[in-house]
């Protein structure tokens, strides 16, 4: 890159447009959403440790293009691209003894859902019970701005992929046993993952 000066070109290290373009990407990744249902603010860059920021990786696999894999140890989710490339986002999971593990297959998807805690929750948990008719969607529900249902054999496992109104809770294992994931990244997640993928979670 050159700029003129007093009729000189003066070229300009490229490595400086490289920075300004890496750091422009990871916070457009989460910047704000006004045109949600209910719009989200931007996240600031440094308020996401750089490992669990949203990003395309070299990710060797023999799952399919279209899988979602969720290593639990790791606190990581990959959405399978093909071709040795991943996006990975930074996930929060299951207490121990909570979490879900193996397959299973998204059962369906919906855009700020309401939530039922399960019964098994209602049982464990007194605050849970004043919640047995339901919670609708919107910025103070557990489930964030998206949700995927995990299935299996036509079963709804009552385990979900989902948004969290609680973000500092990503990287950790503290939930009743579903996925958690940033609004952004799981609004991400859901404009490419479809009805029907399959969701691999691996405990070990």
Not at 13 to 19: D, S
Not at 116 to 125: A, F, G, H, V, Y
Not at 137 to 149: E, F, H, Q, S, V
Not at 178 to 191: A, E, K, P, Q, T
Request: with cysteine.
């Amino acid at each position: 890159m050159t700029i003129s000066r007093r009729g000189f070109l003066i070229a300009l290290p490229l490595f400086v447009a490289g920075c300004s373009s890496t750091v422009l990407n990871s916070q457009t990744n989460y910047a704000a959403l006004p045109d949600e249902k209910f719009p989200l603010k931007q996240v600031p860059i440094d308020k996401i440790r750089p490992e669990l920021r949203r990003q395309e990786v070299a990710y060797e696999t023999t799952h399919a293009a279209g899988t979602v894999i969720v290593d639990t140890p790791a606190r990581r989710a990959y959405y399978v691209l093909g071709g040795g490339r991943a996006m990975r986002y930074g996930v929060g999971v299951g207490r121990e003894g909570l979490a879900f593990a193996g397959n299973a297959y998204i059962g369906r998807k919906a855009e700020w859902p309401s939530w039922t805690p399960t019964e098994n929750m209602q049982r464990r948990e007194e605050r849970y019970r004043k919640l047995a008719g339901g919670m609708p969607g919107g910025p103070n529900n557990p489930l964030g701005a998206r949700a995927m249902y995990l299935f299996r054999g036509g079963n709804d496992t009552h385990f979900r992929i989902h948004g969290t109104n609680q973000p500092q809770s990503i990287g950790l294992a503290m939930s009743s046993g579903c996925v958690r994931m940033m609004n952004h990244d799981v609004i991400d997640l859901y404009s490419r993952v479809e009805v029907g993928a399959r969701v691999v979670v691996i405990q070990a």
